[in-house]
């Protein structure tokens, strides 16, 4: 609710942007918007490292990020806005703007769930990032939103400056699938959200508990992929 009352001012650089504007302009100047335009996703090989720890699951799996993570740029901007400066409805824009480009997901995927957060950060932040970017994302897909099938069951210590064994152990067992969306996700294609993808510790964690519902495959989809230490 606060950004209704911020003057409109990059959140990038702090030039004035533009006013009532229903897209990214809102948010960035000119320039900002231009340099966003020119981001990058991640290498293949920058995804292949995660993809090949989710490889014991029982069921296919892919990693997808709209953009390779650049510290001080324009994204880490956004993702630092929409995380801890009360900004939900920017995580729902950028929803909409990586549907734009993702737009093909549409025809690999039946249900989208967010990776959730545990109930005592959502209280603290008001909202779940992952949950807006998702929600938008399955809103512009036309697909089956569901933001309670994964539940995440004790606060994990937040990943930052952990080792990738650190990370596995931070997240082991820390989600739980709600047991009365199990038939619905079964046989399912089922696409996670989350707002940056790191190690792939979460997406670990998560797959492991998904493989209670046999669904027929798990797409991973980040906002942005980071470098471990990035
Ligand atoms: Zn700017």
Do not use: W
């Amino acid at each position: 609710m606060l950004e209704l009352f911020l003057p409109r001012r990059c959140i990038h650089c702090g030039e004035p942007a533009k006013k009532g504007a229903e897209t990214l302009s809102k948010y960035l100047c000119s320039n900002c918007l231009r340099e966003y335009t020119t981001l990058e996703p991640p290498a293949v090989d920058e995804l292949e490292d995660r993809t090949r720890r989710l490889s014991t699951l029982p069921f296919p799996t892919g990693v997808y990020a709209a953009y390779s993570f650049i510290p001080e740029s324009v994204l880490q901007s956004i993702i630092h806005h929409f995380k801890y400066l009360d900004m939900p409805r920017l995580a729902k824009r950028m929803g909409n703007e990586v549907a734009v480009t993702f737009g093909q997901l549409a025809n690999f995927v039946d249900v989208i769930l967010p990776v959730p957060l545990h109930v005592t950060r959502y209280a603290e932040r008001g909202y779940n990032q992952s949950a807006m970017l998702a929600k938008s994302l399955s809103k512009s897909l036309d697909k089956i939103y569901l933001k309670d099938a994964i539940k995440r069951t004790r606060p994990t210590p937040t990943q930052t400056g952990l080792t990738i064994t650190e990370r596995e152990e931070n997240v082991r067992g820390a989600f739980k699938l709600t047991d009365r969306r199990i038939e619905q996700l079964k046989g399912k294609r089922l696409l996670i959200v989350d707002d940056v993808i790191t190690t792939g510790a979460t997406m670990a964690s998560i797959g492991a508990e998904l493989a209670k519902a046999e669904p027929k495959e798990v797409g991973f989809f980040a906002l942005a992929a980071a470098q471990l230490g990035a």
